[in-house]
């Protein structure tokens, strides 16, 4: 591995070093995390059944994104920063891959839980749906780096964008459920689906979609599927070279800073679920009756 890259007059050496430095400080709260469980004893009752395996899902994650921080790479293009087999895309791929399931099966589990808590059937069948959805995705992922083909790319990230337009559905639908401070928090993270479909309509998916169209435009020639695993395996261009990374930066720093905080902050959803149903909206059985009892006179014999 060579580490010629670290000039500090190449602006990729300042993006690199945060990258590394926001994967430590992501390691250090994942383990604070699990210093957390192990201090709390509702955490603690749950261990091995609600609340390790959302941090375990966390950890795929986080060192996941952090092994991907370390060796960056564009896996179409095929550019990276290190010459070294590590910085292969089909091994930055298959990290992605079984990084990305875990944080969906995170979201999947936790809207599914908050919507047993809040009896909503829509949240339960959208948290069904993100797995697959993300499954899907995935394999557009793997076809996009295969063949080079960004189209793959552009799907991939349209069923993200979809996917969290779910989630954002089910979160305002499960913000009426619930009071005080689990309703601001479900806001907040609906706004935060918010904000990440709206990075993914305006600039994500449009700069695929455009290097999709100057692909093919340019006569661009695809790879077959064993060709196309045979170039992935083997094939990677070292460049430190600023406009070859430039489009790369934007979701690379907020990828691997915003989204692993994210499965950070589920991860430590064992340690609240004990007091969720105390926030839950309790709705009155029966409506109560606004008319006025009749008044029957009675008559006196003599």
């Given at each position: ?14 993006w690199?070093?945060?990258l ?7 390691i ?13 004893p509702?955490?603690?009752a ?10 375990l ?11 991907r921080s ?22 930055g ?5 079984l ?6 099966t995170?979201?999947a589990?936790?809207?599914?839980e908050?919507g ?5 059937d ?28 960004f ?8 069923l993200?964008?979809?996917?969290f ?8 639908r ?12 479900i ?6 689906a ?14 695929y979609?455009?290097?999709?169209q ?16 045979r170039?992935?395996a ?12 430039r489009d ?9 800073s ?8 589920l ?13 839950r909206?309790?709705?009155?059985l029966?409506?109560?009756?606004t008319?006025?009892p ?5 008559r006196?014999?003599h």
């Amino acid at each position: 591995m060579h580490f010629d890259l670290l000039d500090w007059s190449n602006p990729v050496t300042l993006w690199w070093s945060f990258l590394v430095t926001v994967s430590a400080l992501n390691i250090a709260l994942l383990f604070g995390l699990r210093a957390a469980y192990r201090a709390n004893p509702f955490g603690a009752a749950n261990t091995m059944f609600t609340a390790e395996p959302l941090v375990l899902l966390s950890a795929v994650y986080v060192f996941g994104c952090a092994f991907r921080s370390v060796l960056p790479r564009a896996d179409v293009d095929r550019i990276c920063l290190f010459n070294t087999w590590l910085s292969s895309v089909l091994i930055g791929r298959s990290v992605a891959t079984l990084a990305e399931l875990c944080f969906a099966t995170q979201w999947a589990i936790i809207l599914h839980e908050l919507g047993r808590i809040a009896h909503s059937d829509t949240a339960k069948n959208i948290a069904k749906l993100i797995v697959p959805l993300i499954a899907v995705a995935e394999i557009c992922s793997w076809y996009a780096v295969i063949s080079t083909n960004f189209l793959g790319n552009v799907l991939e990230n349209s069923l993200w964008t979809i996917a969290f337009v779910l989630v954002g559905a089910a979160l305002m639908r499960l913000a009426a459920s619930f009071h005080g401070v689990v309703r601001s928090a479900i806001l907040v993270s609906a706004a935060g689906a918010a904000g990440y479909v709206l990075f993914m309509v305006t600039v994500d998916v449009p700069m695929y979609l455009q290097r999709w169209q100057a692909a093919s435009a340019s006569g661009h020639v695809l790879f077959g599927l064993f060709a196309g695993l045979r170039d992935l395996a083997s094939r990677w261009i070292v460049t430190h070279d600023i406009t070859r990374w430039r489009d790369e930066i934007a979701w690379m720093s907020l990828y691997f800073s915003v989204a692993v905080w994210t499965s950070i902050l589920l991860g430590g959803f064992g340690l609240i679920r004990h007091l969720l149903p105390r926030y839950r909206v309790r709705r009155p059985l029966f409506k109560a009756s606004t008319r006025r009892p009749a008044t029957v006179a009675i008559r006196s014999s003599h």
